[in-house]
C-alpha cells in the first residue's frame, strides 16, 4: 500500500469525520455510514484478491459470520460490549476462512472460485432458512454510549476503516505482505524464495475472513438487525467486481468501492439522473481495467511511482560496448563439497531425462552445467530445488540429505534458484523485491551494495521500469540477497549483449569470494561460462558426458561433438 496514498486518504476520513455529520442530512449521514462499511469489507477483497491474486467469492459470508457473533453476543447481553463483540466475531471468521483456504492450496483461478461461490450459496441457504440471533425478540445491537447516534457511529465506522487501513498497510511491508504480490504473479517463484505457499495462502484467506466479519458487526450495529438478503450470494459476486476493476487494495480503491457499491444508486436518484448511468460507469471502468491490465488505482499508482523514480534512471550514462572477460577462477583443489548430486535419474513415461547424473558444486566456486538445448538441465535444477518430484538418486546439502523436501524448505536450507522467465511483480520496488528473495528485512546500505555490483537502477525504482535485461540481475541478485549456499542460476544472461554477458561474468566470478555463495550456473553463452566458471559439467540426452576444470571440458571432443551436432545416441 502507497505511503502516500495511505495518508491522502487517512486525512480524507478525519476531513469526513468532522465534516459529515456537521454538514449533512440523517439521511446522507445513514448513507455515508453505508459507504464506509463497505469499503471496510471491500478492503478484505483487497488482501485476497488485490495482493494475493485468489477468487474469492465468498466475503460476504464471513461478513455475516461477524453479524450474526455481534446479534448472538448482543442477545445474550454479554459482557465486553459492542467493541468487543466486533472483535470477537471476526475472530469467529479466521477459522473459517482457514477452512475455506484449505482447497486453494492445489487449485486456482475459476476453480478456486467455483469452491468460494459454492460455500456463498450454502451460507444463503443457511442464512435464509435461520433467522439471525435477536430477530424473532426484535432486540436490536446496543452500540458503545460514546456512538449511540448515527453521527457519532459514523465517527466510530471511521475510525475501525482507519485502524484496518493502517494495520494492513504495516502488515503489507512484512515479508509475508509482499509475498502476497509475488504468489499473486508465480507460485513456484514464491517457493524459490523459501516462502511457503501454503501458510501465506491461509494467512490471506484468514486476513481477509476477519476484515470483513468486522465489517458485517458494523453493518449489524448500524441497522440494529439485518437479515439474509444483507449478505447475499449476489453481494459478494458484486463486490468481487468492483474489486477486480478498482483495487480495494489501496485506500483510494477501498473508499471508491465503498462509495460506488453503496450511495452510487441514491446520488444518481438526487441529481435525477438514469441508474443506467452507473451500469454505464462500471462498463467504463471495465474497458480501462481490461485496456491496462490492472485495476484503477494500480495503473495511477504504477504511473505516479514511475514518474517519481525516472530521475534515479537519468545520468546513469551509457555502457561500454566491451569488457575484457572475467579471468577464469583458479581450476585447482575445489574446496569441500556444498551441493553433492548422486545418481540423479528422472523419467516421464517411457522417456529418461536424466540418467545417473552425479554433480558436485564445491565451496567458493562458480560450476557450470552445459549441453545442447534437450540435454536436461532445467529438468536438473527443477528436481534439485525440489520441484519435480519422483526422482531417483540422493541430494545433499551440506551434509544433509534433500530428498522428499518441499522447494520452500530446501530454499530455506540454503539452496536457491531463479528461471528462465522472470516473473517479478512489477507493482514492486528493487528494493522491496530484494527483501522478499532476502527472507529478511534488508538494510538499505546492503541493497544498494548488491543492486550496485550487478549493475542495476537504484533501490527505489520500480520493477516496471526495468528492461528485460536487467529483471534477469535483479533475479540474481535477490537469490545471492538470501546468502544461501549454493545458488543455481537458469540462463542468467539471456537477452543480453556480448558486452553486457562479459560483464555479468566478470560479476558472477566474484560471487563466491564477496558474498559466500557456491553458484551453479546453467547457460548457452560459452563465453561467459568459459569466464565465469572452474568446474563444468556437460550433460547430453540426460547422461553426464564430461565433468572436471572448464579449459579440459572444453577440449574434450565429446562435448565438441555435442555442441556440433554430432551427438551420443539416445537413450534406450
Known sequence: MNPRALAIGLGLAVAACVAVPALFSAHWVFLAITAIV????MQSYGVIVGRAGMMSLCQMSFAAIGAWVVLKLN?????????????????????????????????????????????????????????????????TVVRPALFSGDRAYFVLTVIVFCLIAVGLSLFNRTRLGMSWLELKHSERAAAAHGVSVARSKLAAFAISAFVAAVGGGLMAGQLGLVVAQNFSMGQSLAFFAVAILIGPHHVDGAIMGGLFGAIMATILERLHLPQDLGGMLFGVFAVLALRSGVSQTDFVQARRRERAA???????????EAVPPAPVPPSGPPGPPLLEV??????????????EVDLTVPEGTVAGLIGPNGAGKSTFIAAVTG????????????????????????????LR?????????????????????????????????????????PADVPVSLLDAGTRRLLDVAAAVAARPKVALLDEPAA???GAESLRFAARLAEVPARFGVAVLLVEHDMELVS??????????????????PTRDVMEDPAVVNAYLGIAAAPLA
Open 75 to 139: 442477545l445474550h447481553d454479554a459482557p465486553g460490549g459492542f467493541l468487543l463483540w466486533l472483535v470477537l466475531g471476526g475472530l469467529a471468521a479466521v477459522p473459517v476462512g482457514v477452512l475455506i483456504g484449505l482447497p486453494a492450496l492445489r487449485i486456482r483461478g475459476v476453480n478456486l472460485a467455483v469452491v468460494t461461490f459454492g460455500f456463498a450459496v450454502s451460507t444463503d441457504i443457511v442464512l435464509n432458512a435461520n433467522q439471525f440471533p435477536g430477530t424473532g425478540e426484535l432486540k
Open 417 to 457: 534458484r531463479t528461471f528462465q522467465t522472470t516473473t517479478i511483480p512489477a507493482e514492486l520496488t528493487q528494493y522491496e523485491y530484494l527483501t522478499i528473495g532476502a527472507g529478511r528485512r534488508l538494510g538499505r546500505g546492503e541493497a544498494g551494495e548488491l543492486l550496485e555490483f550487478f549493475g542495476c537502477p
Open 38 to 41: 463497505v469499503s471496510i469489507i
Open 387 to 414: 520441484f519435480l518430484g519422483g526422482y531417483r538418486g540422493s541430494i545433499v546439502l551440506a551434509g544433509r540429505p534433500l530428498d522428499g523436501l518441499r522447494p520452500d524448505v530446501r530454499a530455506g536450507r540454503g
Open 495 to 497: 537477452g543480453q549483449s
Open 342 to 355: 548422486s545418481g540423479l535419474t528422472v523419467r516421464f513415461g517411457e522417456v529418461t531425462a536424466l540418467h
Open 531 to 548: 569466464a565465469a566458471c572452474s568446474h563444468l559439467t556437460v550433460l547430453d540426452f540426460g547422461r553426464v558426458i564430461a565433468s572436471g
Open 310 to 320: 525516472r530521475p534515479l534512471l537519468e545520468g546513469r550514462g551509457e555502457v561500454p
